[in-house]
């Protein structure tokens, strides 16, 4: 019998995004769970500046020293067969890397061009939920040009849904950038460092109450993890998602009425298919006290998948190990290249 070739498969990881440090902590735990007999793995570190680095240099960025080289224009290894991009953030979860991977007619796996971009773009994720009638919560939208043209203004209109409230970068993640304002004399300096890190921002209105994860994998049928659910002393900021990790998540949940917990289930399989998402994704709740009623926060196309995770620990429990999971997404990558070429066969890329 003979053995199956391991594919060559490129991962990319790091980048010019404020996630570059946890997209390197989840290329790790990706790279440990390839299996190495199905794929012959190549590097591809992209600095924080946006150099795309050779196989030497990426391996020094994974291990948190100097890359030693600036890096060149994207580029993908002689050879490659699909592309796993671990990124995290702007320029990479975005769809501005999925775009190129797709003009250059290489599988990819996870969310295309457009569905990543939905997913990353907050406001335009609600309006998209909320116009299909899944509930998400209300928003105030404010620019930087407002915030400059008038501030006292932008303040106002911040504080008139109510406090407290949170106020966030449009599109970013990991918490950066975001605050919770409890009181009317923090919101200039809120707006003004969400607005440090995107032009955009938006302000909701706290939802008091539980929070939720639910992992999507794409598949016939789509494959909706149970929801996990994150413990946190006041909210999930990125000092207790990364650094003194005092968020707890707990899987399997325990209390969650089973309607809650359907209705979630429910509303993630629906957000997937309506952000038009592909491969993975997690959808993010709040359920708020006493009501129950269920809040989408946020849609991650491309989860973390470090090794403390919610989106890995949800699908092992879902009955997909690790290793499973990142074969199929592969697979899927494979497969949608596969029936997009008999529908239009463009161009081969230089280097394939
Ligand atoms: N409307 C809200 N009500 C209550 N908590 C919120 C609200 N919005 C955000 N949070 C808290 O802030 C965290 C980060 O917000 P999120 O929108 O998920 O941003 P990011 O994309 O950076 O993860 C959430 O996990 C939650 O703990
Ligand atoms: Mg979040």
């Given at each position: ?9 490129a991962v990319l990881?790091g ?27 190549h590097l591809v570190g992209i600095t924080?500046?946006?150099g795309w680095l050779g196989p030497e240099a990426s391996q020094r960025l994974l291990?948190?020293?100097?890359p030693a080289e600036a890096g060149s224009a994207p580029y993908l290894p002689a050879?490659t ?272």
């Amino acid at each position: 019998m003979s053995v199956p070739e391991a594919l060559p498969l490129a991962v990319l990881f790091g980048g010019r995004s404020e996630e570059h440090e946890v997209s390197l902590q989840s290329a790790k735990t990706v790279l440990d769970n390839l299996d190495p007999r199905k794929y012959q793995v190549h590097l591809v570190g992209i600095t924080r500046e946006g150099g795309w680095l050779g196989p030497e240099a990426s391996q020094r960025l994974l291990e948190g020293k100097d890359p030693a080289e600036a890096g060149s224009a994207p580029y993908l290894p002689a050879g490659t067969r699909c592309v796993f991009p671990v990124l995290h953030g702007p320029h990479g979860e975005d769809g501005l890397i999925q775009g190129w991977l797709e003009l250059q007619g290489v599988p990819v796996v996870g969310s295309g061009s457009v569905g990543s971009h939905l997913a990353m773009d907050k406001i335009l994720s609600k309006l998209v939920l909320r116009y299909q009638g899944l509930s998400v919560p209300s928003w105030t939208e404010i620019t930087r040009e407002q915030f400059q043209a008038n501030p006292e203004e932008a303040i106002q209109r911040a504080i008139a849904r109510g406090l407290p409230c949170f106020v966030k970068p449009n599109r970013l993640g990991s918490s950066v950038g975001i605050s919770r304002v409890a009181e009317e004399d923090q919101m200039a300096a809120a707006l003004a460092l969400a607005l440090q890190h995107d032009d955009r921002l938006l302000v909701e209105p706290e939802v008091p109450g539980r929070e939720f994860e639910v992992a999507v994998m794409e598949g016939e049928p789509l494959l909706v993890s149970e929801p996990g659910e994150i413990i946190s002393e006041q909210w999930y900021d990125y000092e207790s998602k990364y650094q003194n990790q005092s968020a707890r998540l707990v899987a399997p949940v325990e209390n969650l009425h089973q309607s809650a917990r359907s209705k979630m289930m429910r509303m993630a399989a629906e957000a997937f298919r309506l952000l038009r998402l592909s491969g993975l994704a997690r959808v993010d709740f709040r359920v708020k006290d006493h009501s129950g009623q269920v809040f989408i926060n946020e849609v991650n196309s491309l989860p973390g998948f470090t090794s403390i995770s919610m989106y890995p620990r949800l699908m092992e429990l879902a009955g997909v190990p690790l290793p499973a999971q990142l074969d199929r997404l592969v697979q899927l990558a494979l497969r949608k290249q596969l029936a997009a070429a008999t529908q239009s066969a463009p161009p081969q890329a230089a280097l394939l």
